[in-house]
């Protein structure tokens, strides 16, 4: 990896709140965000648990990725955290807390249009501190069973996500595939706005374990033969673009900008992970050295 330039870190000009119902508990959950000061990264705070239940997004407090992003360990952990974490990273936002009165965000529409909105809102303000934008030399590549995902080197200054999607010739979801260059724009309209998404049969499923109790078809994508049930997608390949919003969420973890076009098939959050415990793995050690040599 290499360090190929900086830009000027961001927080947000001013408080801001945004509730709702969270998808796993079911419980009513506040969420709000304040600004913070440089180098500070995104903290969670449990409000529930005290002032001093913090959570750093790093990506070594991920604790969990079966079907979302869980940072911390009972009883100070948050689960479902790739939707905040896509908003401020797609903004650019460097450094914020996020309060959280519950061990989740509010599901809202189970995009990530609301926390942009929210933070939109509230405004930015540019902090006097360097943020780091690092890329590749060469591509960095992960196979895991039928699964891949890809960074490559950055050919022009910026992140472009591919996402193909293809459950099978079976699945009520078809195969699709998109492409996004991300920046604050493009991400507010064409990423952000996209839902979470499963199949009836997964729907049936997790009721039954009793998750998603106040969940109902028309706070989520939820895919029947004929397609979403009760429901319009807001794009043609709306769960394509949301998984390109679940990987965005991810690769904030490694605390700096990366630069390059990240192309996956078949991937969810285990494997965005590994690809930022890889690339922050490399990170150190190249640090380490320019140190020295200084």
């Not at 969420?31 to 409000?47: D, H, K, Q, S, Y």
């Not at 239940?53 to 990725?65: E, K, L, P, Y």
């Not at 499923?205 to 049930?229: A, F, N």
Request: charged share 20%.
């Amino acid at each position: 990896m290499k360090r190929i330039q900086d830009r000027w870190q961001q927080t947000i000009a001013s408080p801001v709140a945004v509730e709702g119902t969270g998808f796993v508990t079911g419980k009513h959950v506040h969420l709000r965000f304040r600004p913070a000061p440089i180098n500070t990264g995104i903290v969670f705070v449990r409000t529930d648990l005290g002032p001093h239940a913090c959570i750093s997004a790093r990506i070594d407090n991920v604790t969990g990725t079966a079907r979302r992003t869980t940072l911390g360990r009972p009883p100070i952990e948050v689960g479902l955290v790739e939707h905040v974490l896509a908003a401020l990273s797609g903004l650019r936002i460097d450094n914020c807390y996020v309060d959280v009165d519950a061990p989740e965000p509010p599901g809202v529409d189970g995009s990530a249009r609301a926390y942009v909105d929210a933070l939109q809102h509230a405004g930015i303000d540019m902090q006097n501190a360097p943020r780091p934008v690092w890329t590749v030399d060469c591509p960095v590549t992960l196979l895991i069973q039928d699964a891949a995902i890809t960074l490559h080197p950055a050919e022009k200054p910026e992140l472009r996500i591919s996402y193909l999607l293809d459950y099978g010739p079976d699945s009520s979801i078809p195969w699709q595939i998109s492409t996004q260059v991300i920046t604050p724009g493009e991400f507010a309209c064409q990423v952000a706005p996209c839902r979470t998404f499963v199949t009836e049969e997964e729907a049936i499923m997790l009721r039954s374990q009793g998750l998603g109790s106040r969940t109902t078809v028309s706070d989520l994508l939820v895919y029947g033969r004929r397609g979403p049930i009760q429901n319009k997608e807001r794009f043609g390949n709306e769960p394509a673009r949301h998984k390109i919003l679940d990987i965005l969420g991810d690769l904030s973890l490694i605390g700096c900008d990366l630069r390059g076009h990240i192309v996956a098939y078949r991937t969810g959050h285990p494997h965005n992970i590994q690809l930022v415990k890889t690339l922050s793995m490399q990170m150190p050690m190249i640090v380490a050295r320019q140190r020295r040599a200084a």
